[in-house]
């Protein structure tokens, strides 16, 4: 932490123990690998990092990725990476994708911010694990983290005129 609040929120209510890494500023905002290394206990499933960080833009080296792939190593766990951000530079300089570095490395990004296609909520999973893609494609639900139309159409039924007349004014951009 800081980080995007689905990487935790979502593991927590299916009953996940999550145990967070708090970033510091002191620390360029970058995982204490230390504490990392305490956190990693054996029966740990999964280690997952966001690079860059979502809020604060820290990115992680390639040496650092290995101490993490070396961490997960030793418990036999997974270590998924939000990648969201990671073409998205300033001196096009990006981190290696953390599937490239760890046969039980799992990427996860989407179209939303490198490409401005947040509206399209388009995203996809990579790793060489295929049980993990047969996993995903077992238990997929649909679901949103944006839900504006359908709140437009919830409060249109219950008469709400401003509503109404927001939905006349967006309809003239589609």
Same mark, same amino acid.
């Given at each position: 932490?800081?980080?995007?609040?689905?990487?935790?929120?979502?593991?927590?209510?299916?009953?996940? %123990?999550?145990?967070?890494?708090?970033? &510091?500023?002191?620390?360029? #905002?970058?995982?204490?690998?230390?504490? +990392?290394?305490?956190? *990693?206990?054996?029966?740990?499933?999964?280690?997952?990092?966001?690079?860059?960080?979502?809020?604060?833009?820290?990115?992680?080296?390639?040496?650092?990725?290995?101490?993490?792939?070396?961490?997960?190593?030793?418990?036999?766990?997974?270590?998924?990476?939000?990648?969201?951000?990671?073409?998205?530079?300033?001196?096009?300089?990006?981190?290696?994708?953390?599937?490239?570095?760890? %046969?039980?490395?799992?990427?996860?990004? &989407?179209?939303?911010?490198? #490409?401005?296609?947040?509206?399209?909520? +388009?995203?996809?999973? *990579?790793?060489?694990?295929?049980?993990?893609?047969?996993?995903?494609?077992?238990?997929?639900?649909?679901?949103?983290?944006?839900?504006?139309?359908?709140?437009?159409?919830?409060?249109?039924?219950?008469?709400?005129?401003?509503?109404?007349?927001?939905?006349?004014?967006?309809?003239?951009?589609?």
């Amino acid at each position: 932490m800081p980080t995007y609040q689905q990487l935790y929120s979502i593991p927590e209510s299916f009953g996940a %123990d999550l145990k967070l890494l708090h970033l &510091s500023e002191k620390n360029g #905002f970058l995982p204490d690998l230390d504490e +990392l290394r305490a956190l *990693a206990v054996p029966g740990t499933k999964m280690i997952c990092i966001n690079n860059p960080n979502n809020p604060t833009g820290a990115l992680m080296s390639k040496d650092m990725l290995m101490q993490i792939v070396e961490i997960a190593k030793s418990v036999g766990a997974y270590v998924m990476c939000d990648e969201v951000y990671r073409h998205l530079t300033q001196d096009d300089v990006w981190s290696e994708s953390i599937v490239d570095l760890y %046969d039980k490395g799992i990427s996860v990004s &989407s179209m939303s911010k490198v #490409f401005s296609l947040a509206g399209i909520r +388009l995203g996809w999973i *990579a790793t060489h694990d295929k049980s993990v893609i047969k996993s995903c494609l077992s238990h997929r639900d649909y679901n949103l983290v944006s839900c504006g139309i359908f709140k437009i159409c919830g409060l249109e039924k219950s008469g709400d005129g401003a509503i109404i007349q927001a939905k006349i004014f967006l309809e003239g951009f589609l």
